[in-house]
């Protein structure tokens, strides 16, 4: 079965500072891995997704993860933390059976600081 | 139209109750998708239907009943439920069943509140 695991419940950082988080999947085939957001009382929004045409993939809002076999990671940045970017981020994978099942890693709470 | 709409944003019942929770999506999208959310945690899925058709029940309890009346329509029932079902309810729609790749399009969800 195929996993995510995410690193760190929470983050914190300061606004004008980099993001990263963290994203490491578990996979006997390629997987299809994903980036949400999820803002307080809302639904989720997709940030950026995987699907092996390139390893760094750019996203949403200034978003970007890379793609690394070696370490079975799909790491989440962004260069400078805006205000706005506080929210829940959740990395997900998706099966590689006969329909779409995506599986959520448990979520980062990103907080920003003035 | 790249939305997924659901209804209603807020939904307070009784155990005794019967209620449905609507899904609402124009992109075309031939599978469905509803998730249950519960308060800091990731969204776990409940149903997929594909084309109408119900082809995923991840073991969920029957007094959550799905419905999909049309591609663009898809419905959930909610009947004698109990407190520990107070949930955000999400909805989702994706291009494809098969399509691995293919992300999946939420609606904003509705809080339901089971007293």
């Known amino acids: 079965a195929q996993s995510v695991t995410q690193l760190g419940s929470h983050v914190s950082v300061s606004e004008g500072a980099l993001v990263l988080l963290r994203c490491n999947y578990s996979s006997s085939v390629p997987p299809y891995l994903f980036w949400y957001v999820q803002y307080p009382n809302q639904g989720l929004q997709l940030l950026l997704k995987y699907t092996s045409a390139a390893t760094l993939v750019k996203g949403i809002n200034g978003f970007e993860a890379e793609f690394k076999k070696s370490e079975t990671s799909f790491h989440l940045t962004k260069p400078s933390a805006h205000m706005s970017d506080a929210a829940e981020y959740f990395c997900a994978v998706s099966n590689s059976g006969g329909y779409q099942k995506v599986t959520f890693g448990t979520g980062t709470k990103l907080q920003v600081i003035p | 139209d790249t939305e997924v709409t659901q209804t209603p944003k807020h939904l307070v019942m009784g155990m005794t109750n019967k209620k449905s929770l609507k899904c609402e999506q124009h992109m075309g999208h031939r599978a469905m998708y509803w998730y249950k959310q519960k308060a800091k945690k990731p969204p776990e899925l409940m149903f997929v239907?594909?084309?109408?058709?119900?082809?995923i029940n991840e073991s969920v309890p029957s007094r959550f009943s799905p419905e999909c009346p049309n591609s663009s329509l898809l419905n959930l029932h909610l009947h004698a439920l109990q407190p520990e079902d107070s949930a955000l309810y999400l909805c989702a729609s994706s291009q494809e069943r098969g399509q691995q790749n293919n992300e999946q399009f939420f609606g904003p969800g509705t809080r339901l509140t089971v007293l």
């Open positions: 239907y594909s084309y109408e058709k119900l082809s």
